[in-house]
Structure formats: structure tokens, C-alpha cells
């Protein structure tokens, strides 16, 4: 298996546009997650989906930031607008169900 | 709320010797599980090792190893023989037993090896 894919591995963009990051979780696996990380705040959790459906989206920060599972081996994670405050590196992880989380590459995001 | 702590911001080790890192953490579950994740330059987050809490015997990968002890809520990793491709940020890292639970960090050890 190929493992999580992620994409753009590198975005730079500016402020206001529109960002949308892109992953394919392990065949097989039910749940997927996003995670920001920052120097700041470390690792932390945005949403996590299981079985296509979203779970707990506690972590998204506000309005701007959404997420999408349309199948289990596809999501993505659209900021609009953009500001420089999102610029971190945006892991996504999926889970078989028991327990441990496989990690994609991540995005690193940078917002001018 | 489950909360997991790592004390040691930065960790140096020799090149052959033996380091280990410290991971506390906090939860009223008595079913969940702990892990080592190691994020070397690249940003990958790569797993280590990882514990059952309902497994009273120390999870050992080569030349990882973990001592966990539930009561006192202590989880540290202990790298023998290290190497300088051990450098890197590690991250400790608690899941509660459901097996969907989303990831808690600590703040993670750099740990440098010296030649």
C-alpha cells in the first residue's frame, strides 16, 4: 500500500484565496483525520471522520475552514479566505480501527 | 479532559548510548492506548512504538522500548544503542480505547545524537 497521500505537499498562497487540501487515506481504513500543526500549538486535531461521516469537527477554528468525505478514499480541507494565521503543516491520518493512526507526508501551508 | 505532558523540551544522547524520554499523562479511562510517534526533519510523523493499557507487558520494537507504568500514568521511551538517524522531535501520544478516538499530544522531546 502506498500509505496516506497528501496534496499539494506545498502550498503558498495569499491572503483571501481559497486553500483546499487533498488526501487519500489507506484502503480499508474507516476513520480519517485532520491535524494543524503549529509551533504554537503543537499537534492538534481539526475533524476526524468515520465511515464518511464526521465525527467531532470541535477543532476546526471558525467558518473558514471545512471539510468533506464524499468516499472512503477521499477528503479534503477548504480555508476561505485564507489568512496568514493558517500557515502551519496540515497532517492527515488514518486509522483501521484499531488504534494506531498512519500519518501522510502533510501539507505545508503558507499564507502571504 | 485527557492531557499528555512531556517535561523534557530537549534530550542529547552519545551515538551507541542509551536515552530515555519521558511521557505523563492524565485520563479517567481504564481502556486506551499510548504511542511514540518520531517526526524526523522531513515532517513525517512516523510511529514508534505503541501500548495497550489493558497489557501489562512493556511493548519492544528493536531498539524501542517503553515503560509503562498505568499507575502512575508514566510512559517513557527508551532508545538503546542510538543512532544518528534517531535525531529527530518525538511525540508522545494518548487514544482512548474507542477505536476512532482522535490522537491527544504531548509537546514533543528534540532529541539530538552526537557523533
Known amino acids: 500500500d502506498a500509505g496516506v497521500i497528501q496534496s499539494p505537499r506545498h502550498e503558498v498562497t495569499e491572503m483571501g484565496q481559497e486553500v483546499t487540501l487533498r488526501c487519500k487515506p489507506i484502503s480499508g481504513h474507516n476513520s480519517l483525520f485532520w491535524y494543524r500543526q503549529t509551533m504554537m500549538r503543537g499537534l492538534e486535531l481539526l475533524i476526524y471522520f468515520n465511515n464518511n461521516v464526521p465525527i467531532d469537527d470541535s477543532g476546526m477554528p471558525e467558518d473558514r475552514f471545512s471539510a468533506k468525505m464524499p468516499n472512503a478514499s477521499f477528503s479534503t480541507l477548504k480555508i476561505q479566505p485564507s489568512e496568514p494565521r493558517d500557515s502551519a503543516v496540515y497532517f492527515c491520518a488514518s486509522n483501521p480501527g484499531l488504534g494506531t493512526q498512519y500519518f501522510g507526508p502533510g501539507t505545508r501551508l503558507l499564507v502571504l | 479532559a485527557q492531557t499528555v505532558t512531556q517535561s523534557q523540551p530537549e534530550m542529547s544522547v552519545q551515538e551507541a548510548e542509551t536515552v530515555t524520554l519521558s511521557c505523563t499523562y492524565d485520563?479517567?479511562?481504564?481502556?486506551?492506548?499510548l504511542f511514540w510517534y518520531k517526526q524526523p526533519p522531513s515532517r513525517q510523523m512516523i510511529l514508534v512504538i505503541r501500548q495497550e493499557a489493558y497489557k501489562q507487558q512493556n511493548a519492544t520494537e528493536n531498539r524501542f522500548s517503553v515503560n509503562f507504568q498505568k499507575a502512575a500514568k508514566s510512559f517513557s521511551l527508551k532508545i538503546s544503542d542510538s543512532q544518528l538517524g534517531d535525531a529527530a522531535m518525538y511525540f508522545c501520544?494518548?487514544?482512548?480505547?474507542?477505536?476512532?478516538?482522535?490522537?491527544?499530544f504531548g509537546k514533543g522531546t528534540k532529541l539530538s545524537v552526537k557523533p
Open positions: 485520563t479517567s479511562e481504564s481502556d486506551y492506548y
Open positions: 501520544a494518548y487514544s482512548g480505547g474507542g477505536s476512532q478516538g482522535n490522537l491527544i
